[in-house]
């Protein structure tokens, strides 16, 4: 197999049901190496759950998920070693400052201890959580926790990140930041597979995305591809089918 | 609009004891009624020493005046008309004060506080009508005064309360003083009889003194017709009565314009600070401060360790169940120990230790979604678990083991050393393991109140049990027939057998353990989420 040909991320009939509900519809995606991939989709369609099972946090009831060739399910160490993931509403050691959290998953990493300092340092500074070194993680903002946790995802210097919205309630400026060192890491080799509700950023950022309904991928491409001659906004409408509200009604506002 | 709020508050209370928290409620309001019967029969009691009856609900109406000012600050502020509620509404703050502390007289508590507050009545009674009046304006005013300094209480140390840090305060106060009044319920007989034999003016002086015995030595005054110091508590509680209610729109104004969160005014952002502070000279095992925690070494094994040691230090939940297990387990030698007999001293160590572990055992549970970030670094489980078993052995083992030495050395008696050295270091060893153990094959989340859920505490309490049992068998079989055939040699022997065992005990339960968070991480991380979701 030829190295570049090898998928950043591969899921394969990828199922998982709560209860009577099933949550992921056997799923097959390929999101190519090196590539800045979108994961858009309504509240609920499966997006988070999805995520969840392709870094090892959460067991599907069928697929496979493989990253770069390996499978997370049957080879976790080799497949966990080549990825950084932000979680959406996961908790952290809060009582940890962030520089305790860097430096605690810097070693649990098996990283040496000047290395972990040097890019706390710089990842602190980077993401400008400099000003609250000495705080700890339960103070933070949410968007300060959003930067702290992103920074966990960055610090082993991943192949692929995985980022369960990770621009929600962050700052303009700091988004514009992270926005940048995503870049960067994808214009040096890295793949990023982001998943988001805001439409104008995935249409920005991303060159690949898929849409997610019901559990299913409805749609999946490249950016031209899956939006064809209209925004991404419309097609995304349009793709699942929804009907915009908010005509109706409410007669009494600002009359 | 005073209407409103009332009917505001009327529909939160409705729901407040509805549902699942509705036997809480009941239970509450049952030890209440309970509370406030014994206030007032306390009122209707014949002392044979003069002004004891007053001294004695002087001190009740403490009890319940701090109750009305302390409770909401404790359970974390008004929890029906919170203030955040009217921070953005367009009324005058005058107008909203005094509409808010009218409907904070329409609180079913007052029914409970008025049959306490009766008892001045059934004081004055006994002398005549006119002390029962003075004793009927006497408890009005007292009611009065409970109501709106809870009001003003909650202006002012709300915010703080609110904040995480005060939220944190609250909780360990509370835990601490209901276990320090569990351990001291012995103590109520000694204050009741220096109260009513007159023994101990200065007691008497400051419960009277205090503006909670003010109606009190109203009705006192009363009975002996002096009628000027009638006057005189009844005008000073009125007094404060106005001072407080002046005072309320502004405090009121103040914690409007507060951040809730913080208990601070809303401040512009300030630049973010970009000192140069040469970061990398900090150590990796430093503290919040930058102050060295330990000498902890740079693997990940240590990395858990330093993460564990510092939790342990900051999470209140930590923190409390080490409070509740030291004072629980101190505590019951010291009561039998005040009281003559030492027996108990020299297993306090013991005691503390067991009951510490069986609050440990929800090691995961406990700690959240955070488990994540052990979940997703490669082949971290094991070294998540050693850190954990070696912090547990840190953390309590010193306590466990100092408390055993001195208190059985203190105990001046010779039989318990072969007892204790063979329990105390094998009962530290043995649980560091077992509990990571348990901690990861059964998980309970916090309940919706944000305590523990009845899951966990039965866990706790069947730990309490096995845990003992497991550890302490091979120690116990060497040490009861040592005792009975009076052989030194076998209960020495009790020592070494005890420790051993509970090395290779906790040695293979910290690695079923690792192999459980191993191959069922995943499946663990889910009861988790289920649980704190």
Not at chain 1, 104 to 109: F, N, S
Not at chain 2, 325 to 351: K, Y
Not at chain 2, 359 to 376: A, E, K, P, V
Request: proline residues 5%; charged residues 15%; positive net charge.
């Amino acid at each position: 197999m030829n190295g570049n040909d090898v998928a950043a991320l591969e899921l394969a009939g990828l199922l998982k049901r709560f209860g009577d509900s099933v949550a992921v519809d056997h799923i097959d995606l390929r999101v190519p190496a090196g590539s800045f991939f979108g994961l858009v989709g309504p509240n609920g369609a499966g997006k988070t759950t999805a995520l969840l099972m392709a870094v090892g946090l959460l067991r599907p009831d069928g697929g496979t998920v493989r990253i770069f060739g390996r499978d997370v399910w049957t080879d976790p160490v080799g497949a966990k070693a080549l990825i950084g993931v932000l979680p959406d509403g996961l908790a952290l050691p809060d009582r940890l400052t962030g520089r305790e959290v860097l430096r605690y998953l810097g070693l649990l990493r098996g990283l040496p201890a000047d290395v972990v300092e040097q890019r706390a340092d710089e990842l602190l500074r980077v993401l400008e959580l400099d000003h609250a070194v000495d705080t700890a993680v339960v103070d933070y903002s949410t968007g300060m926790k959003k930067k702290i946790t992103l920074a966990t995802a960055l610090l082993h210097s991943p192949r692929l990140l995985l980022l369960d919205e990770p621009f929600e309630a962050v700052d303009p400026v700091s988004a514009a930041t992270i926005r940048t060192i995503l870049q960067r890491f994808v214009a040096a080799g890295g793949s990023v597979i982001f998943s988001s509700h805001v439409m104008a950023l995935v249409e920005r950022l991303c060159d690949h995305l898929a849409v997610i309904d019901k559990g299913r991928v409805v749609a999946s491409g490249s950016l031209a591809e899956v939006r064809g001659s209209q925004s991404l906004e419309d097609a995304f409408v349009g793709i699942v089918g929804a009907r915009t509200a908010g005509v109706e009604g409410l007669s009494w506002l600002a009359s | 609009m005073a209407g409103i709020l009332i009917s505001m508050r009327a529909a939160i209370a409705r729901r407040q004891t509805a549902g699942k928290r509705a036997a809480g409620v009941w239970a509450l309001v049952a030890l209440v009624t309970l509370l406030a019967v014994g206030t007032l029969l306390t009122g209707l009691r014949h002392y044979h020493y003069a002004g004891a009856g007053a001294n004695v609900v002087a001190t009740l109406s403490l009890g319940w005046l701090l109750g009305w000012v302390t409770g909401p600050l404790l359970t974390g502020d008004d929890a029906t008309l919170r203030l955040d509620y009217f921070k953005l509404l367009p009324i005058p703050v005058r107008k909203l004060a005094y509409a808010m502390l009218a409907a904070a007289f329409a609180n079913v508590s007052l029914a409970f506080s008025l049959i306490a507050f009766a008892a001045l009545i059934a004081l004055g009674a006994e002398s005549g009508a006119a002390a029962a009046l003075t004793g009927a304006a006497a408890a009005t005013l007292d009611l009065v005064l409970a109501v709106i300094a809870s009001q003003v209480a909650i202006a002012v140390f709300g915010p703080a309360i609110s904040s995480r840090r005060g939220r944190d305060f609250g909780t360990m106060v509370l835990a601490l003083v209901i276990t320090l009044l569990s351990l001291a319920s012995g103590l109520v007989p000694f204050v009741a009889q220096r109260l009513t034999d007159g023994r101990s003016p200065v007691l008497s002086d400051v419960v009277r003194a205090l503006p909670s015995g003010w109606g009190a030595v109203a009705v006192d005054a009363a009975s002996r017709s002096d009628w000027g110091l009638v006057a005189v508590c009844l005008g000073a509680l009125a007094t404060l009565i106005g001072a407080l209610v002046l005072a309320w729109p502004p405090l009121l104004a103040r914690r409007l314009t507060m951040s809730a969160r913080s208990g601070r005014r809303p401040t512009p952002a300030r630049r973010h600070r970009r000192d140069g502070r040469p970061l990398a000279s900090l150590p990796l095992a430093a503290g919040r401060d930058g102050r060295p925690l330990a000498s902890l070494p740079l693997t990940p094994s240590g990395a858990v360790l330093g993460r564990e040691l510092r939790l342990y230090s900051r999470t209140v939940l930590r923190s409390l169940l080490l409070m509740i297990s030291f004072l629980v387990g101190t505590g019951v030698g010291i009561t039998c120990a005040l009281s003559g007999n030492t027996d108990g001293l020299p297993f306090c160590g013991l005691l503390f230790t067991v009951i510490a572990a069986a609050c440990f055992t929800n090691c995961y549970g406990d700690d959240g979604t955070s488990l994540w970030l052990t979940l997703i670094v490669p082949g971290a489980a094991r070294a998540d678990v050693r850190g954990r078993v070696w912090a547990w052995l840190l953390v309590a083992g010193p306590a466990g083991l100092l408390l055993t030495l001195v208190l059985t050395a203190v105990s001046g008696q010779a039989w318990p050393w072969p007892w204790v050295l063979a329990a105390e270091p094998a009962m530290v060893i043995g649980c560091a393991g077992l509990l990571v153990l348990i901690g990861a094959w059964s998980v309970n989340g916090l309940a919706a109140d944000g305590g523990p859920s009845p899951a966990r505490v039965l866990k706790t309490h069947l730990a309490l049990v096995a845990i003992p049992v497991v550890v302490l068998f091979p120690a116990a079989a060497l040490l009861i027939p040592g005792a009975v055939g009076h052989s030194l040699l076998l209960r020495w022997l009790a020592v070494p057998a005890s420790i051993a065992w509970a090395a290779l005990l906790s040695w293979r339960a910290a690695s079923a353990a690792a192999h459980r968070l191993e191959s069922h991480g995943p499946e663990i991380f889910s009861a988790v989420r289920a649980s704190s979701a």
